[in-house]
């Protein structure tokens, strides 16, 4: 629950997955109060979204409030289905989505995400990360990379996506690592940075022995003992590795931002950077929120 | 149980990870009996391999036996730890491990695996049936393409092992398949042999790209209806054409042999089809069954 004293002007609410976080604005725009739940629209059906919005946000309330959602929450298996705008469009492009409440005094907006029907693509979430980026880095063009369990390469240019390319690469290290027989030769956790950069020069040279690399990580294991916090650190470097090898026609001679978790940003920039390819890491949580402020500008006309 | 009118000369056995087959033999070298069982080496502990083996070959014992076992058997969690051999090395290598037994009639011998220091690689197994190969082929110099959950691809010549290297794709296969948000969008079952074909092109010629056109199949179910079926086919596309890419060292300009499950090996052999590689599809049981004849003859011999 959140802090009963404060009321809001306005409510942001970034709704993904697995996770929900919520913000209290102030009509000048500054964060009141932030609260969270792990009530992710995973685990959700259409009818519990407005439940548990208000278990976070209702103390926040006092008479009719806007709310301005983005994320998984306007998917179809969402609370209110979301379209797609298609690129190349404004990273907030039209087409808010309405979603119905019970309780007269919400009205709910959630954000629409973006597709690109060749290459088939979509996203959702990401879209009001960039706006953000754009909003504080106004007339920036070049690329945004914003790792994650889906890592999305978007071209920006004139403040729109012009097309944007995405690698399953945060999943790919989840499912290999427990899911594998490499689960028997990865630590769950431990770092080694000279097998991270190791493992990632190996897949730049040769992304397209992955299969064979992974398998390697277990061969070593057995033969030349190598430990589970550098084997996984190598997997890491490997997947990381294949991914700048298959997006180089994103971020080649390109300005590069990294929105994501600063962990894993971290190693993006320093990926990069071995390509001699010099990228910013922005905070993820300052650039949704910055976002979502934006969309409800827009909102407001 | 097996057929109690039956009497072993001698008995082969491939005891993997998941399943164990046995096979009587005659002292001429033809199969009087086969019999199997899902109790494999991933289920058992040490102590129990020998009432398993009893459970399935036991009515086929009058007096002392040799059972020659190749497989998972001779790992370190197996029944006995039958050490790999170094490459360059000949299929059936010294060394074979004796599985101590309660029944004094038993004599049980398990063939050991080949290791390769560097690049790291190890297989268990497949070494005999490459060993019943060149049994059945003398003086074939080539590469053998052992096509399963771990794809070996072994060069060889004068009847040796020069070296080795492991492709994860049937692994990553089922991970991607039934552990990622891949799920929702590839069948259980069902083929489109065009849709194969085309992620095999799309890998070779792009193999860095495979995390993308991973997420593509997801990507286009949503926007396109992409069919269950055709993107179950699309992966297996996808990574079969990428482990082409990382394989063609091995198999480019080479006499080719494809051993393993027919279904899968006929799609590495029409795979190979496509870039001009004739390959030659070998029954994987009978060159076991070969495999564990040679050996038993060495032993003998």
Same mark, same amino acid.
């Given at each position: $629950?959140?802090?009963?004293?404060?009321?809001?002007?306005w409510?942001?609410?970034?709704?993904?997955?697995?996770?929900?976080?919520?913000?209290? $604005?102030?009509?000048?725009?500054?964060?009141?109060?932030?609260?969270?739940?792990?009530?992710? $629209?995973?685990?959700?059906?259409? #009818? *519990?979204? /407005?439940?548990?919005?208000?278990?976070?946000?209702?103390?926040?309330? @006092?008479?009719?409030?806007?709310?301005?959602?983005?994320?998984?929450?306007?998917?179809?298996?969402?609370?209110?289905?979301?379209?797609?705008?298609?690129?190349?469009?404004?990273?907030?492009?039209?087409?808010?989505?309405?979603?119905?409440?019970?309780? @007269?005094?919400?009205?709910?907006?959630?954000?629409?995400?973006?597709?690109? $029907?060749?290459?088939?693509?979509?996203?959702?979430?990401?879209?009001?990360?960039?706006?953000?980026?754009?909003?504080?880095?106004?007339?920036? #063009?070049?690329?945004?990379?914003?790792?994650?369990?889906?890592?999305?390469?978007?071209?920006?240019?004139?403040?729109?996506?012009?097309?944007?390319?995405?690698?399953?690469?945060?999943?790919?290290?989840?499912?290999?690592?427990?899911?594998?027989?490499?689960q028997?030769?990865?630590?769950? #956790?431990?770092?080694?940075?000279?097998?991270?950069?190791a493992?990632? #020069?190996?897949?730049?040279?040769?992304?397209?022995? %992955?299969?064979?690399?992974l398998?390697s %990580?277990?061969? /070593?294991?057995?033969?030349?003992?190598?430990?589970?916090a550098?084997?996984?650190?190598?997997?890491?470097?490997?997947?990381?590795?294949?991914?700048?090898?298959?997006?180089?026609?994103?971020?080649?001679?390109? *300005?590069?931002?990294?929105?994501?978790?600063?962990?894993?940003?971290? %190693?993006?920039?320093?990926?990069?950077?071995?390509?001699?390819?010099?990228?910013?890491?922005?905070? @993820?949580?300052?650039?949704?929120?910055?976002?979502?402020?934006?969309?409800? *500008?827009?909102?407001?006309?």
């Amino acid at each position: $629950m959140s802090d009963s004293t404060i009321k809001a002007n306005w409510i942001a609410v970034d709704w993904g997955t697995s996770n929900m976080r919520a913000w209290a $604005m102030s009509a000048s725009g500054t964060v009141l109060a932030e609260a969270c739940s792990d009530k992710g $629209m995973g685990q959700l059906s259409q #009818d *519990q979204f /407005e439940g548990v919005l208000l278990d976070v946000v209702g103390d926040w309330i @006092a008479g009719p409030t806007t709310i301005v959602a983005c994320g998984m929450v306007g998917s179809r298996q969402g609370w209110v289905e979301a379209p797609y705008a298609a690129v190349p469009c404004p990273t907030i492009p039209d087409g808010f989505a309405h979603a119905v409440t019970r309780d @007269a005094a919400l009205s709910v907006h959630v954000i629409p995400g973006i597709k690109q $029907m060749n290459p088939a693509d979509v996203m959702r979430g990401e879209e009001t990360q960039i706006s953000g980026f754009l909003a504080r880095n106004p007339n920036w #063009d070049g690329v945004i990379c914003l790792p994650g369990t889906h890592t999305k390469w978007a071209h920006i240019s004139a403040q729109e996506v012009v097309s944007f390319q995405t690698f399953m690469t945060g999943e790919l290290f989840a499912t290999i690592a427990e899911q594998t027989v490499l689960q028997h030769s990865i630590a769950v #956790d431990g770092w080694d940075k000279d097998a991270f950069l190791a493992g990632l #020069d190996t897949a730049l040279a040769r992304p397209e022995r %992955l299969a064979s690399r992974l398998f390697s %990580l277990r061969a /070593e294991g057995l033969l030349h003992g190598l430990d589970g916090a550098s084997a996984r650190a190598r997997l890491s470097g490997l997947l990381i590795g294949a991914e700048l090898a298959g997006s180089k026609p994103y971020w080649l001679g390109q *300005q590069i931002a990294v929105i994501g978790d600063s962990g894993l940003s971290r %190693l993006y920039v320093d990926a990069l950077a071995t390509q001699g390819a010099p990228a910013t890491q922005v905070n @993820a949580t300052s650039v949704t929120l910055a976002g979502l402020t934006a969309a409800y *500008q827009r909102l407001k006309g």
